[in-house]
Structures are given as C-alpha cells and as structure tokens.
C-alpha cells in the first residue's frame, strides 16, 4: 500500500514537472527594415545576428513591409522582410497582410524555432474610427515537452483610441476562445492607464508591470512603454522580463520568458 502511494506521488510530481516547461519570446517592432536615422540603410543583416544569438522559441514583428516599393530604396529590390529573416535565422516564418501598401503589403510577422506547422492565420481587428487597418497575426508554438500553446503578435492603431479600445477587446475575445494556452504581444499604441489598457481582462498580466520594469520601449523625446506582452495568468506565470536597446528601429525590443504552468484548457473554455 505504501508503494502504490509513493509511485502514485512520483507519478503526480512527474506530471507537474514536464507541465512546467519555459519560453522565451521576443517582441521589435522593426521599422519595414530600414534605420530610422539613416534613411535607405537596411537593418535586416544586424537584427537577424543578433536574433540569432539569443535563440528565442519565437519572434514577433512589427510594421513588417512585404514586396513593397520602399523596400526598394534600402534592398535594390522588392523584399518579403519575414521571408527573408527566415532564411537568415531558420526559423520558420509567417506574414500576415494588415493592409496593402506601396505596391506590396504591410503588416506583421511570426518566427518560430519550432514549428508544427500548424495555427498560422491572420485576424482582422475592428476599424470604427477608419483609420488605417490593422490585423493580429496567430500561430501554435511547439514546446520541448510537446505542449503547444497560441502566440499572437499586433500592432495596434497609432491614431484613435475608438480603435484601439474596439481592437484590445476583439483580441483578447478572440484569444479567450482558442482551445490552447495563449499569450499576446506586440506594439500596442497605448501606455498603461489608457481607456484601452483598463480593458484588458484582469487575469492577463502585463509582463513590464509584472517585473516592476517600466523602462520605455519607444524612446522619443518624452519616452514611452506601448510594447508589450500579456499572458494569461491562468496558464503561465513571468520568468524574466527585459527591454533591450537595440539600434534599428525607433523602438525597443523585449525579451520575456514565461513558463507553462497548465498545458490544456478546462472544457468548456
């Protein structure tokens, strides 16, 4: 009897322990691939080296240009910037339209190290205000112990707050009804305490507030945090948290590590 409760134990600890699985992520909003400061000079090269340097499970990118004539003025020809940082990287990568622009299409981007293959879309966001289009790009995410969770990545409406109050809440909506573990990320155009930040549900956390890191990811002259990244405290909790002041874009990166700590939904979630 003592045996049967020992391996009964074993048997529970050993179910919570390959749970518990970590992920690093990165979020850069990388300006279509061309330094701000020094027009036509192209980025892609450095982001990509430094990229693959720290090995994240996956990347998230903003203002990402596909096929455009700006690319043009920084790569001598039409670029597919995600395709291109695929190759550089690989990792396996994914677009998703926002809109069309310039002879091609803007939008977002995913790179993941590991791919199932499996989840890659695109969500349309809400547009009351009409301002320029915005749309949230989605893939799963394989885990080493075999878990697979939903990463989304955004880039928010920079001019009304309509839109982006009417695109925190069609998100998160959205991410609520996936049937795996998800988190969040992105430029989001809002600092904390915003009407569209007060929408937020409250068990997503925000992972800069979590680590007590309140450093600007958009630089500028008066400095502000508009990246983010929010995961539902139900399924992870905050490893680490990290602004990095990278010189390509006129924003930051973050680098967030999260762990796992409940691999499925609850039926009926």
Do not use: C
């Amino acid at each position: 009897m003592k045996q049967l409760i020992l391996l009964n134990f074993l048997f529970a600890l050993s179910i919570n322990f390959t749970d518990a699985q970590q992920i690093s992520v990165i979020s850069y909003n990388i300006y279509h691939g061309e330094n701000p400061t020094q027009p036509g000079n192209p980025t892609l090269d450095s982001i990509a080296e430094y990229l693959i340097r720290l090995q994240p499970d996956a990347i998230a990118l903003q203002e990402v240009d596909s096929m455009t004539l700006r690319s043009v003025n920084s790569y001598g020809e039409k670029v597919d910037l995600i395709s291109k940082l695929a190759i550089k990287t690989g990792y396996k990568g994914y677009f998703g339209r926002s809109m069309a622009f310039d002879g091609g299409a803007y939008g977002n981007g995913i790179l993941n190290k590991k791919s199932n293959g499996k989840g890659y879309h695109t969500l349309a966001l809400p547009n009351p205000a009409n301002g320029e289009p915005r749309g949230m790009v989605w893939s799963q995410l394989e885990l080493q112990n075999l878990s697979e969770i939903y990463i989304g990545n955004t880039h928010l409406d920079h001019e009304f707050e309509e839109n982006r109050i009417a695109q925190v809440d069609s998100l998160f909506s959205y991410a609520e009804s996936l049937p795996l573990p998800a988190f969040v990320m992105g430029d989001f155009n809002f600092e904390e305490g915003s009407e569209a930040y007060k929408r937020i549900p409250t068990h997503w956390k925000d992972a800069g507030r979590e680590a007590g890191n309140y450093e600007p990811t958009y630089p500028g002259t008066d400095g502000k945090r508009i990246d983010y990244l929010f995961y539902d405290s139900t399924y992870f909790q905050l490893i680490s948290y990290e602004v990095i002041q990278l010189p390509y874009s006129d924003h930051y990166a973050i680098l967030v590590t999260l762990e796992l700590i409940k691999r499925k939904k609850d039926s009926g979630n």
